[in-house]
T-cell receptor, first 116, second 111 residues
Framework: GAGVSQSPSNKVTEKGKDVELRCDPI?????LYWYRQSLGQGLEFLIY????????KSGLPSDRFSAERTGGSVSTLTIQRTQQEDSAVYLC??????????????FGPGTRLLVL | DQQVKQNSPSLSVQEGRISILNCDYT??????FLWYKKYPAEGPTFLIS?????DKNEDGRFTVFLNKSAKHLSLHIVPSQPGDSAVYFC??????????FGKGTSLLVTP
């Protein structure tokens, strides 16, 4: 079946502009996660959505970052007034979250963001 | 602060030999550990995991060892194959969903 998809695959923007990154999780997966990987770093947790519960936003680095998940499926990560340090690969993952603790997260290919 | 550390950025191993990838962590609250494998231009894919109540978990050619007292885990691949060439990420969690990743180790298996 189809895996997690993300768009665009690459995005180049100018400092100060807003960007939107999209994630389509695996059908039927109720949990959705955003991570980012800056150059030379490991993946950094950003935000977690589970069904209709309030998202865990504890990993968002600043108030310029926000994310929403419409209809419990597609998610959009928005970065306002982008800065050069926002340049990274933004990865989305989803999991079934049927109550099983620590279940497998399935990752998309990522969006490579470059802020000039 | 980096709570999960992979101190070897790269490793080269001959086909058929054992590959050993190491990982250290600092947070004693971590109770679940995972290894992910990543090919270029793809997202990481889950490889193997281990709970803190165990010290070994095996799946085919892949074995993960956990030493809680040393806050150290390792991934053994035996025998290594050229298709195993990828970046391997160690990850840990205590919340069940927010994974803390290391920076990765790039493994190259040469014929």
């Amino acid at each position: 079946g189809a895996g997690v998809s993300q768009s665009p695959s690459n995005k180049v923007t100018e400092k100060g502009k807003d960007v939107e990154l999209r994630c389509d999780p695996i059908s039927g997966h109720t949990a959705l996660y955003w991570y980012r990987q800056s150059l030379g770093q490991g993946l950094e947790f950003l935000i977690y959505f589970q069904g209709n519960s309030a998202p865990d936003k504890s990993g968002l680095p600043s108030d310029r970052f926000s994310a929403e998940r419409t209809g419990g499926s597609v998610s959009t990560l928005t970065i306002q007034r982008t800065q050069q340090e926002d340049s990274a690969v933004y990865l989305c993952a989803s999991s079934l979250n049927q109550g099983a603790i620590k279940e497998t997260q399935y990752f998309g290919p990522g969006t490579r963001l470059l802020v000039l | 602060d980096q709570q999960v550390k992979q101190n070897s950025p790269s490793l080269s191993v001959q086909e058929g030999r054992i590959s050993i990838l190491n990982c250290d962590y600092t947070n004693s609250m971590f109770d679940y550990f995972l290894w992910y494998k990543k090919y270029p231009a793809e997202g990481p894919t889950f490889l193997i995991s281990i709970s803190s109540i165990k010290d070994k978990n095996e799946d085919g050619r892949f074995t993960v060892f956990l030493n809680k007292s040393a806050k150290h885990l390792s991934l053994h691949i035996v025998p290594s194959q050229p298709g195993d060439s990828a970046v391997y990420f160690c990850a840990a969690t205590n919340s069940g969903y927010a994974l803390n990743f290391g920076k990765g180790t790039s493994l190259l298996v040469t014929p």
